[in-house]
């Protein structure tokens, strides 16, 4: 054969065995590009609604017409129906607040402040805090779930998984849903009430 027909053909061979490497490593590489998961949100509200003992540690920002403000979740516990939650901000000299209570009843604590008690727990953190905080439903919207005794609008993605709920008059959102012991839970949570808005970002979950 010629020199010059010679490097020629193993050029051409050479071509034809990097186009088959190639499509072979485009074909492997498209077995790990699998879709999201989708979840059976009823299978999944289900286990979520047994869900009743777990730790959160985040942030919280509210806005409203008259200013806005920021605080850290140092901690919110929840068992069963009690949960003890644990904040703290400079925002106009708040410092730390304890909440403990549930859906009827609420025990705050503020620093250098007597505790007081109140049997309407929205109601008395709206009045000390200086904000709306729906306490008595939020233990359920931060799992993604809907608080039971009213009427709900939900609308959930292609994964299964909810994105919207209106209820008691706040409208929601739910976003970057995290895994956690298999069940998906919200990792930023948007509510709004007329002007009103609040923003609940969780930077750990843990189950207890």
Not at 1 to 25: E, I, N, P, Q
């Amino acid at each position: 054969m010629h020199k010059r027909d010679f490097k020629l053909a193993w050029c051409l061979a050479a071509l034809v065995y990097l186009l088959m490497t190639g499509c072979s490593l485009f074909d492997k590489k498209s077995q790990f590009e699998q879709p999201p998961q989708a979840y059976d949100w009823p299978v999944i509200q289900l286990k979520l609604s047994k869900l009743e003992s777990w730790q959160l540690m985040g942030k919280i920002g509210i806005r409203t017409p008259q200013e806005s403000m920021s605080a850290a979740i140092n901690s919110w516990t929840q068992v069963g129906e009690l949960y003890d939650l644990q904040l703290s901000s400079t925002f106009l000299g708040l410092g730390a607040a304890h909440l403990r209570g549930n859906r009827v009843f609420v025990t705050l604590e503020e620093s250098g402040e007597p505790p007081v008690f109140s049997d309407q727990p929205d109601l008395l953190i709206e009045q000390s805090l200086g904000f709306p905080l729906p306490i008595s439903h939020l233990q359920y919207w931060v799992k993604g779930l809907p608080a039971p005794g009213a009427h709900i609008v939900l609308r959930r993605n292609d994964r299964g998984l909810p994105t919207r709920l209106k209820q008691f008059g706040w409208s929601l959102s739910f976003e970057k849903h995290t895994e956690i012991n298999g069940l998906p839970l919200p990792g930023k949570i948007k509510l709004q009430r007329g002007e009103v808005r609040i923003i609940l970002a969780i930077k750990e979950w843990n189950m207890l």
